[in-house]
């Protein structure tokens, strides 16, 4: 929120340049914070739901229901936020800003309610992450992993709750099918394969992009039912 609040006149590449660049700041100084992050070592040890008394792959299936609940949750969460009216106002901020001001509505404060909305997303997908991996450290959020959300939410459809979640798929199978591919071609070390997966990767994107623009789930904004138009009425003295 306090971030939201210095940020609230920005927009665009601005807004993002400056986040991530508080983002990349938090983490230097979580770095150096021994008696708070264990520094550069992390936190170890995390507890995961019924992690003891279950073998490995019962663990494994048994939080990807409890993530898979938590999805379908937070996605209900965000439709019934994107039809209500906060969603319409903030659709209306997006477009024009200064149409939705003179429309009597506190653009600040609808600003910074949807990054407190976001960031607490954001946080609930960190948690979860710790609590499956049972290790967390400020080496592990690098700005690529911010630019993995971005290239997700691009290439699902903006504005979009399932194109997020499709997106989201989407970047996921590209960086795990890489893995599988790269050390099928002769010749590359170790080094040059992680480059070209890199490169792989970015060219499936922009090429995704190039032809769907809007994504692979483009935004469907709610129609709005139109009365039926009806003749006027002609008084009975006009009619004779």
């Keep these: 929120v306090a971030v939201a609040l210095v940020t609230v006149r920005l927009r665009g590449d601005y807004l993002a340049i400056v986040t991530l660049g508080f983002a990349e700041t938090i983490r230097i100084v979580a770095s150096n914070t021994l008696w708070l992050t264990n520094g550069t070592d992390g936190i170890s040890g995390i507890a995961g739901p019924y992690r003891g008394s279950l073998s490995p792959e019962a663990f494994n299936l048994t939080y990807l229901a409890i993530v898979t609940a938590i999805v379908a949750v937070t996605y209900v969460l965000a439709e019934r936020l994107r039809a209500s009216?906060?969603?319409?106002?903030?659709r209306a901020i997006r477009d024009d800003e200064q149409v939705a001001a003179i429309a009597g509505k506190h653009v600040a404060l609808f600003k910074v309610k949807a990054f407190a909305i976001g960031a607490a997303a954001l946080g609930l997908a960190g948690a979860l992450y710790a609590h499956y991996t049972s290790y967390i450290a400020p080496?592990?959020?690098?700005?690529?992993?911010?630019?993995?959300?971005?290239?997700?939410?691009?290439?699902?459809?903006?504005?979009?709750?399932?194109?997020a979640i499709v997106g989201a798929f989407a970047v996921v199978f590209l960086?795990?099918?890489?893995?599988?591919?790269?050390?099928?071609?002769?010749?590359?070390?170790?080094?040059?394969?992680?480059?070209?997966r890199e490169l792989l990767i970015a060219t499936v994107l922009i090429v995704?992009?190039?032809?769907?623009?809007?994504?692979?789930?483009?935004?469907?904004?709610?129609?709005?039912?139109?009365?039926?138009?009806?003749?006027p009425s002609v008084p009975p003295a006009a009619a004779a």
């Design 85 to 90: 009216p906060f969603g319409r106002v903030l």
């Design 139 to 163: 080496d592990i959020f690098v700005p690529l992993l911010t630019l993995y959300i971005k290239l997700a939410l691009l290439a699902g459809g903006l504005g979009n709750n399932r194109g």
């Design 175 to 196: 960086l795990e099918s890489t893995r599988f591919v790269i050390p099928l071609v002769p010749g590359v070390s170790a080094v040059q394969g992680a480059a070209l």
């Design 208 to 231: 995704m992009l190039r032809y769907r623009p809007r994504g692979l789930i483009p935004e469907q904004l709610p129609r709005i039912p139109v009365p039926p138009s009806t003749p």
